[in-house]
Protein backbone atom coordinates (compact mmCIF):
# COMPACT_ATOMS: atom_id res chain seq x y z
CA UNK A 1 0.00 0.00 0.00
CA UNK A 2 3.05 2.41 0.88
CA UNK A 3 4.45 1.49 -2.50
CA UNK A 4 0.84 2.76 -3.84
CA UNK A 5 1.08 5.76 -2.01
CA UNK A 6 4.73 6.72 -2.87
CA UNK A 7 3.81 6.43 -6.79
CA UNK A 8 0.64 8.60 -7.07
CA UNK A 9 2.58 11.09 -4.47
CA UNK A 10 5.53 11.18 -6.87
CA UNK A 11 3.10 11.92 -9.57
CA UNK A 12 1.11 14.70 -8.07
CA UNK A 13 4.16 16.27 -7.02
CA UNK A 14 5.55 16.42 -11.00
CA UNK A 15 2.15 17.19 -11.91
CA UNK A 16 0.77 19.68 -10.02
CA UNK A 17 2.76 22.36 -10.48
CA UNK A 18 2.87 21.60 -14.74
CA UNK A 19 -1.05 21.66 -14.21
CA UNK A 20 -0.49 25.04 -11.87
CA UNK A 21 1.80 26.50 -14.75
CA UNK A 22 -0.18 25.45 -17.85
CA UNK A 23 -3.88 25.99 -15.90
CA UNK A 24 -2.93 29.49 -15.46
CA UNK A 25 -1.29 30.08 -18.82
CA UNK A 26 -5.06 28.54 -20.16
CA UNK A 27 -6.64 30.32 -18.16
CA UNK A 28 -4.90 33.62 -19.72
CA UNK A 29 -6.13 32.56 -22.50
CA UNK A 30 -9.36 32.16 -21.21
CA UNK A 31 -9.25 35.91 -19.87
CA UNK A 32 -7.72 36.99 -23.22
CA UNK A 33 -10.81 35.24 -25.41
CA UNK A 34 -13.16 36.76 -23.16
CA UNK A 35 -11.87 40.07 -22.93
CA UNK A 36 -11.65 40.19 -26.89
CA UNK A 37 -15.18 38.60 -27.27
CA UNK A 38 -16.81 41.45 -25.85
CA UNK A 39 -15.36 43.12 -28.65
CA UNK A 40 -18.05 40.91 -30.97
CA UNK A 41 -18.23 37.70 -33.12
CA UNK A 42 -15.77 38.73 -35.65
CA UNK A 43 -13.35 39.69 -33.12
CA UNK A 44 -13.44 36.41 -31.30
CA UNK A 45 -13.66 34.58 -34.18
CA UNK A 46 -11.38 35.62 -35.87
CA UNK A 47 -8.62 35.07 -32.84
CA UNK A 48 -9.82 31.48 -32.58
CA UNK A 49 -8.68 30.59 -36.17
CA UNK A 50 -5.33 31.77 -35.80
CA UNK A 51 -5.48 30.12 -32.06
CA UNK A 52 -5.95 26.87 -34.01
CA UNK A 53 -2.99 27.25 -36.55
CA UNK A 54 -0.51 28.42 -33.70
CA UNK A 55 -1.42 25.48 -32.02
CA UNK A 56 -0.20 23.36 -34.60
CA UNK A 57 3.11 24.73 -33.69
CA UNK A 58 3.17 24.68 -30.67
CA UNK A 59 2.31 21.21 -30.39
CA UNK A 60 5.27 20.33 -33.84
CA UNK A 61 7.58 21.81 -31.14
CA UNK A 62 6.54 19.73 -28.15
CA UNK A 63 6.37 16.96 -30.41
CA UNK A 64 9.99 17.27 -31.61
CA UNK A 65 11.60 17.74 -28.39
CA UNK A 66 9.39 14.70 -26.51
CA UNK A 67 11.46 12.05 -28.36
CA UNK A 68 14.80 13.09 -27.17
CA UNK A 69 12.93 13.63 -23.52
CA UNK A 70 12.79 9.85 -23.50
CA UNK A 71 15.99 10.11 -23.34
CA UNK A 72 16.25 12.37 -21.16
CA UNK A 73 13.88 10.98 -19.02
CA UNK A 74 15.86 7.77 -18.73
CA UNK A 75 19.68 9.50 -18.89
CA UNK A 76 18.80 11.26 -15.69
CA UNK A 77 17.55 7.69 -14.20
CA UNK A 78 20.67 6.15 -14.94
CA UNK A 79 22.65 9.29 -13.57
CA UNK A 80 24.22 10.52 -16.73
CA UNK A 81 24.73 14.26 -16.85
CA UNK A 82 26.69 14.23 -20.05
CA UNK A 83 23.84 12.48 -22.25
CA UNK A 84 21.73 15.15 -20.61
CA UNK A 85 23.77 17.75 -22.38
CA UNK A 86 23.97 16.18 -25.41
CA UNK A 87 19.66 15.44 -25.29
CA UNK A 88 19.37 19.11 -24.67
CA UNK A 89 21.79 20.63 -27.16
CA UNK A 90 19.75 18.47 -29.70
CA UNK A 91 16.33 19.66 -28.51
CA UNK A 92 18.00 23.75 -29.21
CA UNK A 93 18.59 22.37 -32.50
CA UNK A 94 15.19 20.91 -33.07
CA UNK A 95 13.10 24.35 -31.42
CA UNK A 96 14.96 26.32 -34.12
CA UNK A 97 14.09 24.29 -37.35
CA UNK A 98 10.86 24.02 -36.08
CA UNK A 99 10.56 27.95 -35.73
CA UNK A 100 12.23 28.62 -39.08
CA UNK A 101 9.36 26.03 -41.08
CA UNK A 102 6.85 27.84 -38.72
CA UNK A 103 7.77 31.55 -39.73
CA UNK A 104 7.71 30.30 -43.20
CA UNK A 105 4.68 29.08 -43.22
CA UNK A 106 2.70 31.71 -41.60
CA UNK A 107 4.08 34.14 -42.97
CA UNK A 108 4.13 33.04 -47.03
CA UNK A 109 0.45 31.07 -46.38
CA UNK A 110 -1.39 32.45 -43.23
CA UNK A 111 -3.85 34.12 -45.19
CA UNK A 112 -5.11 30.82 -47.36
CA UNK A 113 -4.80 28.62 -44.22
CA UNK A 114 -7.37 30.96 -42.46
CA UNK A 115 -9.66 31.26 -45.19
CA UNK A 116 -9.66 27.63 -45.34
CA UNK A 117 -11.80 28.17 -41.96
CA UNK A 118 -14.29 31.24 -43.26
CA UNK A 119 -16.03 28.53 -46.19
CA UNK A 120 -19.29 27.96 -44.30
CA UNK A 121 -22.16 30.56 -43.96
CA UNK A 122 -23.56 32.57 -41.52
CA UNK A 123 -26.25 35.27 -41.42
CA UNK A 124 -24.53 36.80 -38.16
CA UNK A 125 -21.08 37.29 -38.82
CA UNK A 126 -18.75 39.12 -41.73
CA UNK A 127 -16.31 37.13 -43.41
CA UNK A 128 -14.35 39.75 -44.42
CA UNK A 129 -14.24 41.44 -40.75
CA UNK A 130 -13.22 38.29 -39.73
CA UNK A 131 -10.69 37.63 -42.05
CA UNK A 132 -9.10 41.39 -41.27
CA UNK A 133 -9.08 40.74 -37.19
CA UNK A 134 -7.50 37.30 -38.46
CA UNK A 135 -4.55 38.67 -40.05
CA UNK A 136 -3.75 41.71 -37.30
CA UNK A 137 -3.58 39.51 -34.91
CA UNK A 138 -1.39 36.81 -36.83
CA UNK A 139 1.11 39.36 -38.05
CA UNK A 140 1.90 40.07 -34.75
CA UNK A 141 1.71 36.85 -32.97
CA UNK A 142 4.74 35.76 -35.10
CA UNK A 143 6.91 37.60 -32.67
CA UNK A 144 6.06 35.85 -30.14
CA UNK A 145 7.00 32.32 -31.65
CA UNK A 146 10.94 32.45 -31.42
CA UNK A 147 11.22 33.08 -27.44
CA UNK A 148 8.44 30.41 -27.23
CA UNK A 149 10.29 27.82 -29.10
CA UNK A 150 13.83 27.92 -27.76
CA UNK A 151 12.29 28.16 -24.00
CA UNK A 152 10.81 24.79 -24.73
CA UNK A 153 14.14 22.78 -24.73
CA UNK A 154 14.77 24.17 -20.71
CA UNK A 155 11.03 23.70 -19.64
CA UNK A 156 11.12 20.21 -20.68
CA UNK A 157 14.37 19.27 -19.57
CA UNK A 158 14.06 20.80 -16.21
CA UNK A 159 10.89 18.85 -15.84
CA UNK A 160 12.49 15.48 -16.99
CA UNK A 161 15.10 15.95 -13.69
CA UNK A 162 12.12 16.09 -11.75
CA UNK A 163 12.11 20.45 -11.70
CA UNK A 164 8.83 21.20 -12.62
CA UNK A 165 8.96 24.21 -10.38
CA UNK A 166 10.99 26.59 -12.35
CA UNK A 167 8.25 26.20 -15.39
CA UNK A 168 5.40 26.83 -12.95
CA UNK A 169 6.81 29.71 -11.80
CA UNK A 170 8.13 31.49 -15.09
CA UNK A 171 4.90 30.55 -16.63
CA UNK A 172 2.82 32.30 -13.71
CA UNK A 173 4.83 35.61 -13.94
CA UNK A 174 4.47 35.59 -17.71
CA UNK A 175 0.55 35.32 -17.13
CA UNK A 176 0.56 37.98 -14.87
CA UNK A 177 2.10 40.56 -17.25
CA UNK A 178 -0.03 39.21 -19.94
CA UNK A 179 -3.20 39.73 -18.06
CA UNK A 180 -1.89 43.37 -16.76
CA UNK A 181 -1.06 44.46 -20.68
CA UNK A 182 -4.48 42.79 -22.03
CA UNK A 183 -6.50 45.00 -20.23
CA UNK A 184 -4.26 48.15 -20.90
CA UNK A 185 -3.96 47.53 -24.72
CA UNK A 186 -6.76 45.91 -25.66
CA UNK A 187 -9.27 49.01 -23.83
CA UNK A 188 -7.43 51.50 -23.45
CA UNK A 189 -6.69 52.22 -19.96
CA UNK A 190 -4.45 54.11 -17.62
CA UNK A 191 -3.49 56.55 -20.88
CA UNK A 192 -2.08 53.56 -22.65
CA UNK A 193 -3.73 53.42 -26.38
CA UNK A 194 -7.15 51.28 -27.25
CA UNK A 195 -5.52 48.38 -29.49
CA UNK A 196 -8.63 45.89 -29.50
CA UNK A 197 -7.17 42.62 -31.39
CA UNK A 198 -4.05 43.69 -31.71
CA UNK A 199 -3.95 45.25 -28.03
CA UNK A 200 -4.47 41.21 -27.13
CA UNK A 201 -1.32 40.03 -29.19
CA UNK A 202 1.11 42.51 -28.53
CA UNK A 203 0.10 41.46 -24.41
CA UNK A 204 0.92 37.92 -25.57
CA UNK A 205 4.13 38.54 -27.28
CA UNK A 206 5.64 40.43 -24.30
CA UNK A 207 4.45 37.84 -21.83
CA UNK A 208 6.80 35.66 -23.93
CA UNK A 209 9.40 37.05 -23.99
CA UNK A 210 9.35 37.54 -20.21
CA UNK A 211 8.77 33.75 -19.61
CA UNK A 212 11.67 33.27 -22.03
CA UNK A 213 13.79 35.81 -19.93
CA UNK A 214 13.01 33.83 -16.69
CA UNK A 215 13.14 30.62 -17.28
CA UNK A 216 16.74 30.94 -18.87
CA UNK A 217 18.06 33.35 -16.56
CA UNK A 218 16.87 31.62 -13.56
CA UNK A 219 18.05 28.34 -14.71
CA UNK A 220 21.62 28.90 -15.27
CA UNK A 221 22.24 30.88 -12.01
CA UNK A 222 20.94 27.64 -10.31
CA UNK A 223 23.16 25.73 -12.88
CA UNK A 224 24.72 23.84 -9.38
CA UNK A 225 21.73 21.71 -9.14
CA UNK A 226 21.10 21.42 -12.52
CA UNK A 227 24.58 19.72 -13.79
CA UNK A 228 24.03 19.13 -17.46
CA UNK A 229 23.65 23.28 -17.72
CA UNK A 230 27.39 23.54 -17.01
CA UNK A 231 29.52 24.20 -19.88
CA UNK A 232 26.28 23.49 -21.79
CA UNK A 233 26.98 25.56 -24.22
CA UNK A 234 30.64 25.45 -24.77
CA UNK A 235 29.38 23.49 -27.59
CA UNK A 236 26.38 22.94 -29.50
CA UNK A 237 27.86 19.91 -31.60
CA UNK A 238 26.44 16.41 -30.78
CA UNK A 239 28.14 13.38 -32.33
CA UNK A 240 26.19 12.15 -35.47
CA UNK A 241 25.84 8.44 -33.49
CA UNK A 242 23.86 9.89 -31.15
CA UNK A 243 21.97 12.74 -33.06
CA UNK A 244 20.72 9.67 -35.24
CA UNK A 245 19.47 7.28 -32.95
CA UNK A 246 18.00 10.28 -30.62
CA UNK A 247 16.58 11.60 -33.61
CA UNK A 248 15.43 8.45 -35.77
CA UNK A 249 13.86 7.47 -31.97
CA UNK A 250 11.91 11.22 -32.24
CA UNK A 251 11.11 11.69 -35.50
CA UNK A 252 7.82 9.59 -34.91
CA UNK A 253 6.79 11.67 -32.13
CA UNK A 254 7.35 15.39 -33.83
CA UNK A 255 4.94 13.60 -36.76
CA UNK A 256 2.74 12.23 -34.62
CA UNK A 257 2.46 15.84 -32.74
CA UNK A 258 2.21 17.74 -35.82
CA UNK A 259 -0.07 15.50 -37.59
CA UNK A 260 -2.53 15.19 -34.43
CA UNK A 261 -2.49 19.12 -33.77
CA UNK A 262 -3.04 19.75 -38.02
CA UNK A 263 -5.98 16.40 -37.66
CA UNK A 264 -7.45 18.80 -35.09
CA UNK A 265 -7.42 21.66 -37.17
CA UNK A 266 -8.87 20.07 -40.29
CA UNK A 267 -11.86 18.55 -37.66
CA UNK A 268 -12.80 22.17 -36.99
CA UNK A 269 -12.56 23.32 -40.77
CA UNK A 270 -14.87 20.22 -41.45
CA UNK A 271 -17.32 21.34 -38.50
CA UNK A 272 -17.09 25.14 -39.54
CA UNK A 273 -18.43 23.92 -43.04
CA UNK A 274 -21.94 23.70 -41.01
CA UNK A 275 -21.42 27.12 -40.53
CA UNK A 276 -19.80 29.76 -39.06
CA UNK A 277 -21.88 29.93 -35.74
CA UNK A 278 -19.93 26.48 -35.23
CA UNK A 279 -16.59 27.65 -35.47
CA UNK A 280 -17.95 30.60 -32.69
CA UNK A 281 -19.44 28.25 -30.72
CA UNK A 282 -16.31 25.68 -30.58
CA UNK A 283 -14.53 28.74 -29.89
CA UNK A 284 -15.93 29.67 -26.69
CA UNK A 285 -16.01 25.73 -25.42
CA UNK A 286 -12.55 25.13 -26.29
CA UNK A 287 -11.55 28.38 -24.11
CA UNK A 288 -13.03 26.44 -21.20
CA UNK A 289 -12.45 23.14 -22.18
CA UNK A 290 -8.62 23.78 -22.51
CA UNK A 291 -8.34 24.89 -19.01
CA UNK A 292 -9.05 22.00 -17.64
CA UNK A 293 -7.32 19.70 -20.06
CA UNK A 294 -4.56 20.82 -18.02
CA UNK A 295 -4.92 17.63 -15.43
CA UNK A 296 -4.88 14.96 -18.19
CA UNK A 297 -1.87 16.60 -19.89
CA UNK A 298 0.31 16.68 -17.22
CA UNK A 299 -0.69 13.56 -15.63
CA UNK A 300 0.10 12.19 -18.41
CA UNK A 301 3.14 13.99 -18.79
CA UNK A 302 3.99 12.66 -15.10
CA UNK A 303 3.63 9.27 -16.26
CA UNK A 304 5.88 9.14 -18.96
CA UNK A 305 8.63 10.61 -16.61
CA UNK A 306 8.16 8.58 -13.86
CA UNK A 307 7.92 5.44 -16.33
CA UNK A 308 11.02 6.40 -17.93
CA UNK A 309 12.81 6.92 -14.60
CA UNK A 310 11.81 3.70 -13.76
CA UNK A 311 13.07 2.25 -16.74
CA UNK A 312 16.29 3.97 -17.40
CA UNK A 313 16.92 2.34 -13.74
CA UNK A 314 15.97 -0.69 -15.06
CA UNK A 315 13.17 -1.70 -12.59
CA UNK A 316 11.09 -3.10 -15.31
CA UNK A 317 8.32 -5.05 -12.46
CA UNK A 318 8.00 -1.80 -10.80
CA UNK A 319 7.41 0.03 -13.89
CA UNK A 320 4.69 -2.15 -15.48
CA UNK A 321 3.20 -2.42 -11.75
CA UNK A 322 3.02 1.57 -12.01
CA UNK A 323 1.79 2.30 -14.69
CA UNK A 324 -1.67 0.10 -14.20
CA UNK A 325 -1.48 2.28 -10.95
CA UNK A 326 -1.28 5.97 -12.57
CA UNK A 327 -3.99 4.83 -15.52
CA UNK A 328 -6.49 4.20 -13.17
CA UNK A 329 -5.41 7.64 -10.88
CA UNK A 330 -5.12 9.92 -14.25
CA UNK A 331 -9.12 7.88 -15.26
CA UNK A 332 -10.15 8.64 -11.66
CA UNK A 333 -9.23 12.09 -11.67
CA UNK A 334 -10.70 12.94 -14.63
CA UNK A 335 -14.29 11.71 -13.49
CA UNK A 336 -14.02 14.75 -10.84
CA UNK A 337 -12.91 16.85 -13.25
CA UNK A 338 -15.85 16.17 -15.86
CA UNK A 339 -18.37 16.93 -12.84
CA UNK A 340 -17.00 20.20 -12.40
CA UNK A 341 -16.86 21.21 -16.10
CA UNK A 342 -20.42 20.64 -16.48
CA UNK A 343 -21.14 22.06 -14.25
CA UNK A 344 -19.74 25.42 -15.34
CA UNK A 345 -21.04 24.98 -18.95
CA UNK A 346 -24.24 26.74 -18.57
CA UNK A 347 -22.34 29.75 -16.79
CA UNK A 348 -19.30 30.86 -18.88
CA UNK A 349 -20.89 31.79 -22.36
CA UNK A 350 -22.97 34.10 -20.96
CA UNK A 351 -19.58 36.65 -20.45
CA UNK A 352 -19.42 36.42 -24.37
CA UNK A 353 -20.87 39.07 -26.42
CA UNK A 354 -22.67 37.17 -28.91
CA UNK A 355 -25.62 35.66 -29.64
CA UNK A 356 -28.07 32.89 -27.94
CA UNK A 357 -27.76 30.52 -30.21
CA UNK A 358 -24.09 30.47 -30.68
CA UNK A 359 -23.92 30.67 -26.55
CA UNK A 360 -26.54 27.44 -26.63
CA UNK A 361 -23.69 25.47 -29.06
CA UNK A 362 -20.96 26.36 -26.90
CA UNK A 363 -22.64 24.81 -23.28
CA UNK A 364 -23.65 21.85 -25.34
CA UNK A 365 -20.18 21.19 -26.81
CA UNK A 366 -18.90 21.92 -23.02
CA UNK A 367 -21.01 19.30 -22.33
CA UNK A 368 -20.26 16.52 -24.28
CA UNK A 369 -16.48 17.12 -24.27
CA UNK A 370 -16.79 16.73 -20.15
CA UNK A 371 -18.80 13.75 -20.74
CA UNK A 372 -15.62 12.38 -22.31
CA UNK A 373 -12.44 13.27 -19.74
CA UNK A 374 -12.53 10.30 -17.94
CA UNK A 375 -11.40 8.65 -21.46
CA UNK A 376 -8.85 11.40 -22.52
CA UNK A 377 -7.51 10.40 -18.88
CA UNK A 378 -7.12 6.49 -19.82
CA UNK A 379 -5.80 7.65 -23.51
CA UNK A 380 -3.01 10.03 -22.25
CA UNK A 381 -1.45 7.64 -19.16
CA UNK A 382 -2.06 4.93 -22.09
CA UNK A 383 -0.15 7.11 -24.78
CA UNK A 384 2.96 8.51 -22.40
CA UNK A 385 3.36 4.94 -20.68
CA UNK A 386 3.91 3.41 -24.32
CA UNK A 387 6.45 6.73 -25.35
CA UNK A 388 8.50 6.09 -22.53
CA UNK A 389 9.77 3.10 -23.76
CA UNK A 390 10.34 4.16 -26.82
CA UNK A 391 8.07 2.76 -28.97
CA UNK A 392 6.94 5.85 -30.83
CA UNK A 393 6.39 4.02 -33.81
CA UNK A 394 3.61 2.58 -32.03
CA UNK A 395 2.09 5.93 -30.52
CA UNK A 396 2.59 7.55 -34.15
CA UNK A 397 0.59 5.01 -35.37
CA UNK A 398 -1.88 5.46 -32.08
CA UNK A 399 -2.51 8.66 -32.24
CA UNK A 400 -2.00 10.73 -35.17
CA UNK A 401 -2.57 7.68 -37.84
CA UNK A 402 -5.97 6.76 -36.03
CA UNK A 403 -6.89 10.57 -36.04
CA UNK A 404 -6.16 10.99 -39.72
CA UNK A 405 -7.86 7.52 -40.65
CA UNK A 406 -10.74 7.17 -38.22
CA UNK A 407 -11.58 9.94 -36.78
CA UNK A 408 -11.32 13.36 -39.29
CA UNK A 409 -13.10 10.95 -42.00
CA UNK A 410 -15.81 9.95 -39.87
CA UNK A 411 -16.32 14.22 -39.18
CA UNK A 412 -16.10 14.51 -42.80
CA UNK A 413 -18.34 12.04 -43.86
CA UNK A 414 -21.20 12.83 -40.98
CA UNK A 415 -20.48 16.74 -41.58
CA UNK A 416 -20.58 15.70 -45.67
CA UNK A 417 -23.12 12.80 -46.16
CA UNK A 418 -26.06 12.79 -43.41
CA UNK A 419 -28.04 15.58 -42.08
CA UNK A 420 -27.26 14.56 -38.22
CA UNK A 421 -26.95 17.78 -35.86
CA UNK A 422 -23.52 19.11 -35.41
CA UNK A 423 -23.91 18.15 -31.58
CA UNK A 424 -24.11 14.27 -32.70
CA UNK A 425 -21.70 14.52 -35.22
CA UNK A 426 -19.42 15.93 -32.69
CA UNK A 427 -19.96 13.40 -29.67
CA UNK A 428 -19.10 10.53 -32.44
CA UNK A 429 -16.49 11.57 -33.31
CA UNK A 430 -15.12 12.48 -29.66
CA UNK A 431 -16.87 8.55 -28.78
CA UNK A 432 -14.15 6.75 -31.50
CA UNK A 433 -11.40 7.54 -28.65
CA UNK A 434 -12.59 4.20 -27.19
CA UNK A 435 -11.34 2.50 -29.77
CA UNK A 436 -7.84 4.02 -28.80
CA UNK A 437 -8.97 3.31 -25.20
CA UNK A 438 -9.18 -0.70 -25.81
CA UNK A 439 -5.84 -1.10 -28.32
CA UNK A 440 -3.72 0.96 -25.61
CA UNK A 441 -4.36 -1.54 -22.58
CA UNK A 442 -3.74 -4.38 -24.52
CA UNK A 443 -0.55 -2.79 -25.37
CA UNK A 444 0.48 -1.91 -21.99
CA UNK A 445 -0.84 -5.63 -20.48
CA UNK A 446 1.40 -7.25 -23.41
CA UNK A 447 4.20 -5.18 -21.82
CA UNK A 448 5.72 -4.90 -25.02
CA UNK A 449 6.67 -1.18 -23.93
CA UNK A 450 9.21 -2.19 -21.26
CA UNK A 451 12.66 -1.19 -22.48
CA UNK A 452 15.76 0.46 -21.41
CA UNK A 453 16.81 2.70 -24.39
CA UNK A 454 20.05 4.51 -23.04
CA UNK A 455 21.43 0.83 -22.03
CA UNK A 456 20.73 -0.60 -25.78
Known amino acids: MDRRNDIYKRAALLAVPMMIQ ?69 KQWICLACLLMGLAVFIFGGETLIGLYLRGESADIDKAETMRFAKEYLSIMLLGLPPFALAQGYVSSLRETGDSVKPMISGVISVAVDIVFNYLLIYGKFGFPEMGVKGAAIATVMARFVEFAVIVIWSHLRS ?109 VCVFVAAVLCAASAVFPKFYDTTSDIRALATRFIIITALFFPVQGFLNALYFTLRSGGKTLITFLFDSVFSWTVALPLALCLCKLTSLPILTVYAIVQAADIIKVAVGFVLIKKGIWISNIVSE
Open 22 to 90: NGITNAVGLVDNVMVGSLGTEAITGVSIVGQLIFVFNLAVFGGISGPGIYGAQYYGQGNTEGLKKVFRI
Open 224 to 332: GRHAFLQGVYKTLLVDRETAARIIRKGLPIFLNEMMWAGSLAAMTQCYSTRGLDIVAGLNISNALCNLFNVVFVALGTAVGILSGQTLGASLYEKAKKDAFRLMWFCGG
